[in-house]
C-alpha cells in the first residue's frame, strides 16, 4: 500500500532563515506530487506540483521554491523566512485515479 | 475567472438527520469533482469523485450529485453522527487540466448529539 511521509510535523524558526521540507512517498512510482499551504481558519493553497522528476509547475510567485531530486521526493525550500510563510504545509499525490493522499502536514511557525 | 465556491463556512445539524453541502462552481466545466474530509490538524482525506457524465454517486451514507445545469455538486451524509463532525472540502480540477485541482474553503460540519 501507499504511504506518504513528512517531516518535520512542527517547526519554529525565526524571521530570516532558511527552511527545508521534506515528503517522500512509498509504495507507488511516478507519482505527481503537490505542495499546499494552508492559513489558519483558511482554505488550501496549491503551492508547487510536479508531474516527473526536475520538474516544477509553480502557482504562486514568492519566496518559496521546489525541488524533485528524485521519483518519490519532493522538497520544499525557502532562502529566507518571512512572517507571513506561517501556516500548515501539506504534501500531497496522486496517480492516475485523480485523488489525492494528504500526508500528516508540517506546522511552521515564523517568528 | 474559474471559482469554486463552498458558501456555507458552517453548518450544524442534530445527530440522526442528513447533512448536506454545496459546492459551486463558476465560468468553468469541471471533467470531475472531488470531496474531502479534513480533521483538525490533519491533512484532507479522499471520500468520493464524481464525474461530469454522473448524476449521482453513493458509498455507504455517503452521497453525492453534480448537476451540470446548476453548476453544482451536493453531498449528503445520511444518519448523520457526532464523529462526522469535520470541514469537508470539495476540489475540481481547471478547464482541459487534470494534473491539478483547486478546492473550495470547506464547510465545517458540526453533528450535535
Known amino acids: 500500500s501507499q504511504t506518504i511521509h513528512q517531516w518535520p510535523a512542527t517547526l519554529v524558526q525565526p524571521v530570516g532563515s532558511p527552511l527545508s521540507l521534506e515528503c517522500t512517498v512509498e509504495?507507488?512510482?511516478?507519482?505527481?506530487l503537490y505542495w499546499y499551504r494552508q492559513a489558519a481558519g483558511r482554505g488550501l493553497q496549491l503551492l508547487f506540483y510536479?508531474?516527473?522528476?526536475?520538474?516544477i509547475s509553480s502557482e504562486v510567485p514568492q519566496n518559496l521554491s521546489a525541488s524533485r531530486p528524485q521519483d518519490r521526493q519532493f522538497i520544499l525550500s525557502s532562502k529566507k523566512l518571512l512572517l507571513s510563510d506561517s501556516g500548515f504545509y501539506l504534501c500531497a499525490w496522486s496517480g492516475q485515479g485523480h485523488e489525492q493522499y494528504f500526508g500528516p502536514g508540517t506546522r511552521l511557525t515564523v517568528t | 475567472s474559474q471559482k469554486i465556491e463552498q458558501n456555507s463556512e458552517a453548518l450544524n445539524i442534530q445527530e440522526g438527520k442528513t447533512a448536506t453541502l454545496t459546492c459551486n462552481y463558476t465560468?468553468?466545466?469541471?471533467?470531475?469533482l472531488q470531496w474531502y474530509r479534513q480533521d483538525p490538524g490533519r491533512g484532507p482525506v479522499f471520500l468520493l469523485l464524481?464525474?461530469?457524465?454522473?448524476k449521482e454517486k453513493r458509498k455507504e451514507r455517503l452521497k453525492v450529485t453534480f448537476d451540470t445545469t446548476l453548476k453544482q455538486s451536493l453531498f449528503h451524509i445520511t444518519a448523520s453522527q457526532p464523529a462526522d463532525s469535520a470541514t469537508y472540502l470539495c476540489?475540481?480540477?481547471?478547464?482541459?487540466?487534470?494534473?491539478?485541482?483547486?478546492f473550495g474553503t470547506g464547510t465545517k460540519l458540526q453533528v450535535i448529539p
Open positions: 464524481i464525474r461530469e457524465n454522473e
Open positions: 465560468n468553468y466545466s469541471p471533467a470531475y
Open positions: 510536479s508531474v516527473g522528476i526536475g520538474q
Open positions: 476540489a475540481s480540477p481547471p478547464s482541459g487540466g487534470y494534473q491539478k485541482v483547486t
Open positions: 509504495g507507488t512510482s511516478n507519482p505527481n
